[in-house]
């Protein structure tokens, strides 16, 4: 009879080990971060959640290596993020992280398409204005490609942040507050989208949020307090299980 050999647990996408965050001030050194530990799961959606101040934007912006850390370290799909350079990093956004933020940031002198064309071309896509045109037509803009952000309503233009972020098929979706500018209708509508192309694309979640509602629509739930984040935890769809210390989302 054959041996039976154990599978080895899979590796989680994300691990973050002991990541700090100092800043200068006129009053000293302020610690943003104080020895952050999370782990986040190949294809899970986690919600970060905390007070205003508490690190929630912080971690996002060292996750997509758009701030350096003090020290500690970021791994991404096998990558440590924390000893890339600027071109590296670059390049580590181009190919396997995308970015949904509160205020939308699309280009203002560009149409829709070329907002999304943008990422695809610097990545050297062949096919990136049909892969853009493509994106927009799966958040219900094909019949807005020729109009700029101006032209278009708060929630269009969220909607056209979502096809940039999405139509490189990211392995990381970050997002903080994408619902923070619009009504409450038009958020929920910009929400139903972005979870319904993030289980069509199989891609991982970190979702900031303050909506409890939001909250409740991910896998796993992350507090943050004071710099450090207190405790994980799987939603009630999920097997119920709290780690402290080592956080795995």
Do not use: W, Y
Request: hydrophobic share 45%; net charge neutral; with cysteine.
């Amino acid at each position: 009879m054959d041996a039976i050999v154990p599978t080895a647990p899979e590796s989680p996408l994300v691990q973050v080990r002991g990541l700090t965050l100092t800043v200068p001030s006129a009053a000293g050194p302020v610690n943003i971060l104080r020895g952050v530990d999370l782990d986040i799961a190949a294809n899970a959606a986690v919600a970060l959640v905390g007070p205003s101040g508490s690190g929630k934007t912080s971690l996002l912006m060292l996750l997509a290596g758009l701030e350096r850390a003090t020290s500690g370290t970021i791994n991404l799909d096998g990558q440590t993020v924390t000893a890339m350079n600027e071109d590296a990093l670059a390049r580590l956004r181009r190919q396997s992280v995308g970015i949904v933020f509160q205020a939308f940031h699309l280009i203002p002198t560009m149409t829709a398409l070329e907002n999304v064309s943008v990422p695809l071309e610097l990545a050297g896509r062949a096919d990136a204005v049909v892969r853009a045109a493509e994106a927009l037509q799966s958040v219900g803009l094909g019949h807005r490609l020729t109009h700029l952000p101006g032209q278009l309503s708060g929630g269009e233009q969220q909607r056209v942040a979502l096809a940039r972020a999405f139509a490189p098929e990211p392995k990381l979706l970050l997002a903080d507050e994408p619902t923070g500018n619009l009504d409450h209708a038009t958020g929920a509508q910009v929400m139903d989208l972005l979870f319904a192309l993030r289980a069509r694309a199989g891609t991982t979640l970190l979702l900031i949020t303050h909506d409890p509602r939001l909250a409740e629509r991910c896998d796993r739930l992350a507090r943050m307090e004071d710099g450090r984040v207190l405790a994980a935890a799987a939603l009630p769809s999920m097997p119920s299980r709290r780690d402290m210390g080592t956080i795995r989302a």
